[in-house]
């Protein structure tokens, strides 16, 4: 299990151009999300992201880096960091928790319901956010990818990511993602809409407000 460190970014020109120069671009893929939650959103408001990728499942939960925000530095306040589950099983363990087993349709005949279709209907989970992203990937230096997303619904946004395994240093991977910041000639010191908050603000005003007043957000 894996816990990726974040910062977001808006890519103009001159960020395009050094990128280009100083990076190595590994590749351009297309993928579409599909986000999951139960309709009152109880994954969503406790920051947990249900999400189908290429077929594959994948949970991100979030991780508590022990200090009070007053206290975090810039670098630290410009980051998320969230634990990334991708073990199916594990997923629907942590999701049961989360949702405490909320009443599901579970009277509905299941006989004829695909795998996926039986563990999101007795968990009473739908899909509430679907959308397609073209990436593209560089790397900067030893284990810092920087992606730049164009989603289908006409919000691009880049960022700066380092994976590091579970209980690894944080402190660290976020004063990576600083030099990288640097070194691309980001000076912004506000955090950057992801593609979910854009989404949500767009197409789920209400619960984007609640996700807002939740700290969410
Ligand atoms: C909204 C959200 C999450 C869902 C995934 O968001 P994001 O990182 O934007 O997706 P993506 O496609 O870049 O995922 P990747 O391919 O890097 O795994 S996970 C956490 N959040 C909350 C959140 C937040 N509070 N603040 C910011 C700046 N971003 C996300």
Redesign the pocket.
């Known amino acids: 299990m894996s816990v990726?460190v974040?910062r977001?970014f808006l890519c103009s020109e001159d960020t395009l151009k050094i990128l280009e120069k100083i990076g190595v671009c590994i590749g351009q893929r297309e993928f579409q999300?599909q986000y999951f939650d139960s309709p009152g959103f109880e994954l969503t408001l406790r920051?947990f992201?249900l999400r189908k990728r290429k077929g594959c499942w994948e949970l991100?939960c979030p991780i508590s880096t022990g200090e009070p925000s007053e206290e975090q530095s810039l670098a630290a306040k410009l980051c998320?960091q969230?634990k990334e589950i991708t073990n199916l099983p594990e997923i629907q363990q942590r999701v049961k928790k989360v949702i405490k087993g909320t009443c599901g349709d579970r009277d509905t005949e299941t006989a004829s319901l695909q795998e996926d279709e039986l563990w999101l209907r007795q968990l009473n989970l739908v899909c509430f956010a679907e959308f397609t992203?073209v990436r593209r990937s560089f790397t900067l230096e030893e284990g810092v990818q920087i992606?730049l997303?164009q989603a289908d619904f006409g919000y691009h946004v880049g960022?700066i990511?380092v994976l590091i395994p579970e209980g690894g240093d944080v402190h660290s991977a976020q004063e990576k993602i600083r030099n990288a910041a640097q070194k691309l000639g980001l000076n912004g010191d506000e955090?950057?809409?992801?593609?979910?908050?854009v989404y949500l603000k767009r197409y789920h005003p209400e619960h984007y407000a609640k996700l807002l007043s939740a700290h969410?957000?």
């Open positions: 990726e974040e977001k999300d920051d992201w991100k998320t969230y992203t992606d997303d960022e990511e955090r950057v809409e992801g593609k979910m908050n969410v957000l």
